[in-house]
């Protein structure tokens, strides 16, 4: 995967996720495979993932702004992506809720985000 297909961030999606290459290695998506992105935020991790393989992919976040952008998200991977709100502490409860009882890999993006802080 080339560099230029790892840039996310464009007007319309202010956030280039960080160590995406790295993430994308590391999980390895692969076809037919649920994965969960736990901290959804703009998406950038979900894309990638949903490009990279022919995976079903559960995105969780509980800020109405990101869960607006999941919802857009769904339409845009028809049946693939599933915006779920709420905290990613709770995926425990929340995938299962969702459909899926297992998972073959999870992504969390935990750290300050900087789209939060420029937009309280």
Known sequence: MSDKDLS????????????????????APRDGE????GTFGAGGYSRAIL???????YGIDRDPTAVATGKQ???????RFHMVEGCFG????????????QVDGIVLDIGVSSMQLDQA
């Open 8 to 27: 996310f961030a464009t007007e319309d999606r202010p956030h280039k996720p960080v160590l995406l290459r790295e993430v994308l290695e590391s999980l």
């Open 34 to 37: 649920i994965m969960v992105d």
């Open 51 to 57: 490009d990279s393989a022919n995976c079903e992919l």
């Open 73 to 79: 998200l769904e339409a845009e991977y028809d049946g």
């Open 90 to 101: 709770d995926m425990g409860s929340l995938i299962p809720e969702a459909g899926p009882e």
